[in-house]
């Protein structure tokens, strides 16, 4: 599990609680239910007229994963590969039946399988390309949703703040309680900066940057199954998959062989 999502949320929460109380307010001052509600629940509403509901769908059950995201195991994939092309080249594809049923990665499992039971080498590419350009673009979509999301809350909490402004203007005649009914109306702005830039905005860099690792590992899967189907030889398979990694776990890579 990599844990950066829960800590910085917390960090850009604590900084904030942090700030009211240092500056001598109640953190109960800027929660409000009214204009809580409405930048919410008026931002939601917003990626929902701009959005398709399977997409939302999709957008929200990825937050999840995007808490508990765990790298994928690139440098693990490396050496199982390089092994299965030495075993593919002494005993040939079909000795690999017993290794495939050992693997986790279920990529790697089905993209073996196919070349064990002798699917065409551009077809087998083709079709695994195709699940990458799939995941790429469904990730695609959830990192949108969420970034619409971060365009939409300032606005809308700007609407928020008219609202309330509406109602201070209506009380003129109560100058004892003008102070806390401006105060209060300038929240929901307060509001829809906070979710735009320490919510919705950075869970959409995150699905992103998920994406991006995730298709990556799926590419240089793509890349060795090639190779191992073509009985290419082990060493020239890790050293082409090798560069493949960014520089730091090439970097371990190379410390451990």
């Known amino acids: 599990m990599d ?9 850009a929460f ?16 800027v929660i409000l239910p009214a204009p809580m509600m409405l930048v919410i629940g008026g931002t939601i509403g917003a ?8 997409d939302t769908i999709f957008a929200y059950t990825s937050l999840p994963k995007a808490m508990l995201f765990k790298p994928p195991k690139t440098v693990e994939a490396v050496d199982t590969l390089v092994g299965l092309a030495d075993r593919a080249r002494r005993e040939g594809l079909l000795a690999l039946e017993d290794a495939a049923k050992d693997i986790d990665d279920d990529f790697l499992k089905a993209g073996l399988q196919g070349a064990i ?14 699940k990458v350009n799939t995941k790429r673009t469904r990730d695609k979509g959830a990192a949108k949703y969420f970034a619409d999301l971060g365009g939409y809350a300032p606005t809308v909490g700007i609407i928020g703040t008219v609202v309330s402004l509406v109602h201070v203007l209506e009380n003129l005649d109560k100058p004892e ?3 806390h009914m401006i105060a209060a109306a300038f929240v929901a702005t307060l509001w829809g900066l906070l979710t735009a830039n320490l919510m919705w905005l950075p869970f959409s860099a995150r699905l992103k940057r998920m994406s991006e690792l995730e298709c990556g590992h799926m590419e240089l ?12 030889n082990p ?3 890790g050293e082409r998959l090798r560069s493949l990694l960014p520089p730091e776990p090439a970097k371990k890579e190379k410390a451990a062989a």
Request: proline share 5%; glycine share 16%; aromatic share 0%.
């Open 3 to 11: 844990p950066a999502t829960l800590i910085g949320l917390v960090v």
């Open 14 to 29: 604590g900084a904030v609680l942090a700030s009211i109380i240092l500056e001598g307010s109640s953190p109960m001052s």
């Open 47 to 54: 990626g929902l007229i701009g959005s398709t509901l399977k």
């Open 117 to 130: 039971d002798g699917t065409d080498p551009d077809d087998l590419r083709g079709i695994l390309e195709d």
């Open 177 to 179: 309680e003008l102070g």
């Open 221 to 232: 899967v793509v890349e060795g199954l090639m190779s191992v189907q073509a009985g290419a």
């Open 235 to 237: 060493r020239l398979v």
